[in-house]
């Protein structure tokens, strides 16, 4: 791990992750964003498919970034928590939805297992 990884802050809180995943993917850092899930996740992508485990979801965050995008924080909604599951989602800007299950990790963090950044 890079001193970079080592000082990155962690979610202490389910919805921390969203908040984290703004940050990182205005900053273009691509290893934040693969450190918010863990290692077998699975995020949906646009047009349909999925992006499994890190090498995936890290090829699909480097073509995100790429492009420079501006994106704004939207409005958590309540979480649903179910012992070490969350289901997070933040209600964005236009409308649509974003929708994800985070595990609580043996440290007591918390990391994304399933992620649907956008639903219609």
Do not use: C, H
């Amino acid at each position: 791990m890079t001193d970079e990884g080592r000082s990155r802050a962690r979610a202490v809180e389910p919805e921390d992750l969203s908040r984290f995943v703004v940050e990182r993917l205005n900053a273009g850092d691509v290893d934040g964003l693969v450190a918010l899930y863990e290692p077998d996740a699975v995020l949906a992508l646009p047009g349909g498919g999925a992006a499994t485990g890190s090498s995936e979801i890290r090829a699909a965050y480097e073509r995100i970034v790429a492009a420079r995008p501006v994106f704004t924080p939207g409005k958590q909604l309540p979480t649903l928590r179910s012992g070490d599951l969350a289901m997070t989602s933040v209600l964005l800007g236009d409308g649509a939805a974003t929708v994800e299950v985070a595990r609580r990790q043996p440290d007591g963090t918390w990391l994304w297992v399933l992620d649907q950044p956008r639903v219609p």
